[in-house]
Protein backbone atom coordinates (compact mmCIF):
# COMPACT_ATOMS: atom_id res chain seq x y z
CA UNK A 1 0.00 0.00 0.00
CA UNK A 2 1.29 3.26 -1.18
CA UNK A 3 5.14 2.20 -1.85
CA UNK A 4 5.79 4.42 -4.80
CA UNK A 5 9.32 4.66 -3.71
CA UNK A 6 10.24 1.46 -3.26
CA UNK A 7 8.08 -0.58 -5.32
CA UNK A 8 10.50 -0.66 -8.32
CA UNK A 9 13.76 -1.64 -6.01
CA UNK A 10 11.85 -4.59 -4.49
CA UNK A 11 10.36 -6.27 -7.49
CA UNK A 12 13.96 -6.18 -9.35
CA UNK A 13 15.44 -7.53 -5.97
CA UNK A 14 12.90 -10.73 -5.69
CA UNK A 15 13.00 -11.21 -9.51
CA UNK A 16 16.88 -11.15 -9.65
CA UNK A 17 17.17 -13.77 -6.30
CA UNK A 18 18.54 -17.35 -8.03
CA UNK A 19 16.45 -19.69 -6.04
CA UNK A 20 18.53 -22.31 -8.20
CA UNK A 21 15.84 -25.60 -8.89
CA UNK A 22 13.20 -24.38 -6.67
CA UNK A 23 11.20 -21.71 -9.03
CA UNK A 24 9.48 -18.51 -8.55
CA UNK A 25 6.10 -17.08 -8.90
CA UNK A 26 5.89 -13.21 -8.23
CA UNK A 27 2.35 -12.38 -6.91
CA UNK A 28 2.00 -8.80 -5.92
CA UNK A 29 -1.47 -7.36 -4.26
CA UNK A 30 -2.05 -3.50 -4.12
CA UNK A 31 -3.87 -2.71 -1.07
CA UNK A 32 -5.67 0.54 -2.74
CA UNK A 33 -2.49 2.66 -3.16
CA UNK A 34 -3.31 6.34 -4.12
CA UNK A 35 0.36 7.61 -4.65
CA UNK A 36 0.75 5.56 -8.42
CA UNK A 37 2.24 2.55 -7.45
CA UNK A 38 -0.64 0.89 -9.40
CA UNK A 39 0.61 2.95 -12.50
CA UNK A 40 3.99 1.67 -11.38
CA UNK A 41 2.68 -2.00 -11.23
CA UNK A 42 0.78 -2.27 -14.37
CA UNK A 43 3.81 -1.13 -16.07
CA UNK A 44 6.12 -3.78 -14.06
CA UNK A 45 3.84 -5.97 -14.97
CA UNK A 46 3.72 -5.84 -18.72
CA UNK A 47 7.72 -6.38 -18.37
CA UNK A 48 7.78 -8.93 -16.17
CA UNK A 49 4.69 -11.03 -16.54
CA UNK A 50 3.62 -11.58 -12.89
CA UNK A 51 0.27 -12.08 -11.24
CA UNK A 52 -0.82 -8.48 -9.92
CA UNK A 53 -3.58 -8.30 -7.78
CA UNK A 54 -5.34 -4.72 -7.49
CA UNK A 55 -7.74 -4.41 -4.36
CA UNK A 56 -10.34 -1.85 -5.06
CA UNK A 57 -9.74 0.04 -1.45
CA UNK A 58 -7.18 -0.48 1.19
CA UNK A 59 -8.64 -3.40 3.40
CA UNK A 60 -5.72 -4.06 5.25
CA UNK A 61 -2.68 -6.10 5.36
CA UNK A 62 -4.46 -9.67 6.54
CA UNK A 63 -7.54 -8.73 3.75
CA UNK A 64 -4.39 -8.35 0.93
CA UNK A 65 -2.52 -11.28 2.55
CA UNK A 66 -5.72 -13.69 1.63
CA UNK A 67 -6.40 -12.69 -1.63
CA UNK A 68 -2.85 -13.21 -2.69
CA UNK A 69 -2.52 -16.80 -0.66
CA UNK A 70 -5.54 -17.80 -2.80
CA UNK A 71 -3.29 -17.05 -6.07
CA UNK A 72 -0.46 -18.91 -4.91
CA UNK A 73 0.41 -22.58 -7.12
CA UNK A 74 3.95 -23.12 -6.01
CA UNK A 75 5.21 -25.22 -3.15
CA UNK A 76 6.08 -22.01 -0.77
CA UNK A 77 5.17 -19.14 0.33
CA UNK A 78 7.30 -16.05 1.36
CA UNK A 79 5.49 -12.67 2.67
CA UNK A 80 7.97 -9.62 1.20
CA UNK A 81 6.26 -6.54 1.87
CA UNK A 82 7.25 -3.70 -0.61
CA UNK A 83 9.30 -1.32 2.08
CA UNK A 84 12.30 -3.11 2.09
CA UNK A 85 12.86 -3.78 5.82
CA UNK A 86 13.78 -7.63 4.74
CA UNK A 87 16.41 -8.66 2.03
CA UNK A 88 14.92 -11.17 -0.58
CA UNK A 89 18.14 -12.54 -0.74
CA UNK A 90 17.86 -14.39 2.31
CA UNK A 91 15.35 -16.67 0.46
CA UNK A 92 17.91 -19.28 -0.46
CA UNK A 93 18.16 -19.35 3.08
CA UNK A 94 14.64 -19.84 4.63
CA UNK A 95 14.09 -22.37 1.41
CA UNK A 96 17.14 -24.56 2.95
CA UNK A 97 15.58 -24.81 6.23
CA UNK A 98 12.19 -25.69 4.52
CA UNK A 99 13.46 -28.03 1.60
CA UNK A 100 15.81 -30.07 4.10
CA UNK A 101 13.09 -30.98 6.44
CA UNK A 102 14.17 -28.94 9.13
CA UNK A 103 11.22 -26.40 9.06
CA UNK A 104 7.48 -26.12 7.95
CA UNK A 105 7.60 -22.56 8.14
CA UNK A 106 10.30 -19.68 8.33
CA UNK A 107 9.80 -16.63 10.48
CA UNK A 108 12.61 -13.86 9.87
CA UNK A 109 13.86 -11.15 12.41
CA UNK A 110 15.13 -8.02 12.26
CA UNK A 111 17.08 -8.65 15.69
CA UNK A 112 19.60 -11.19 14.42
CA UNK A 113 22.36 -11.17 11.59
CA UNK A 114 22.98 -8.98 9.51
CA UNK A 115 22.25 -4.94 9.15
CA UNK A 116 18.92 -3.72 9.42
CA UNK A 117 16.66 -1.00 9.48
CA UNK A 118 16.77 1.26 12.49
CA UNK A 119 13.53 1.08 14.64
CA UNK A 120 12.39 3.76 16.94
CA UNK A 121 12.34 2.63 20.65
CA UNK A 122 8.76 3.02 21.80
CA UNK A 123 8.17 0.19 18.23
CA UNK A 124 11.28 -1.82 19.30
CA UNK A 125 10.12 -1.87 23.33
CA UNK A 126 6.68 -3.12 22.22
CA UNK A 127 7.66 -5.51 20.04
CA UNK A 128 10.29 -7.02 22.68
CA UNK A 129 7.03 -7.22 25.12
CA UNK A 130 4.82 -8.44 22.66
CA UNK A 131 7.35 -11.17 21.42
CA UNK A 132 7.62 -12.36 24.89
CA UNK A 133 4.37 -12.78 25.51
CA UNK A 134 4.07 -14.32 22.47
CA UNK A 135 7.25 -16.36 23.73
CA UNK A 136 5.47 -17.28 26.86
CA UNK A 137 1.98 -18.40 25.93
CA UNK A 138 3.32 -20.61 22.93
CA UNK A 139 6.73 -21.90 24.76
CA UNK A 140 8.04 -20.67 21.37
CA UNK A 141 11.51 -18.83 20.98
CA UNK A 142 10.67 -15.83 18.63
CA UNK A 143 13.06 -13.27 18.63
CA UNK A 144 10.42 -10.90 16.65
CA UNK A 145 7.00 -11.96 16.35
CA UNK A 146 6.20 -9.18 14.09
CA UNK A 147 8.01 -9.47 11.72
CA UNK A 148 6.33 -9.34 8.51
CA UNK A 149 8.73 -11.95 6.32
CA UNK A 150 7.66 -15.48 6.79
CA UNK A 151 7.68 -17.75 4.49
CA UNK A 152 5.39 -20.92 5.19
CA UNK A 153 4.73 -24.49 3.10
CA UNK A 154 1.96 -23.96 0.75
CA UNK A 155 0.63 -26.93 1.70
CA UNK A 156 0.23 -26.10 5.34
CA UNK A 157 -1.35 -22.71 4.66
CA UNK A 158 -4.10 -23.59 2.87
CA UNK A 159 -5.08 -26.22 5.66
CA UNK A 160 -5.51 -22.93 7.91
CA UNK A 161 -8.97 -21.14 8.31
CA UNK A 162 -7.39 -17.40 7.95
CA UNK A 163 -9.25 -14.50 9.19
CA UNK A 164 -8.33 -11.07 8.53
CA UNK A 165 -9.00 -7.38 9.88
CA UNK A 166 -7.32 -3.87 9.43
CA UNK A 167 -4.09 -4.84 11.42
CA UNK A 168 -2.91 -8.21 10.03
CA UNK A 169 -4.06 -11.74 9.70
CA UNK A 170 -4.67 -14.95 12.32
Keep these: YNEQATIR ?11 GPVGKELVIVD ?22 IFQERNQGKGAALRRGF ?13 DLEYSPEEYPELIELICQGRADVVYG ?3 LGGPHRVLFFWHQLGNMLLTLMSNVLTNLNFTDMET ?15 TSDRFGFE
Design 70 to 82: AEVAGDLVVIQDA
Design 148 to 162: GYKMFRTDLLKQMKL
Design 31 to 52: DGSKDGTRDILTRLQQQHNFTL
Design 109 to 111: SRF
Design 9 to 19: TIVARVLAVDL
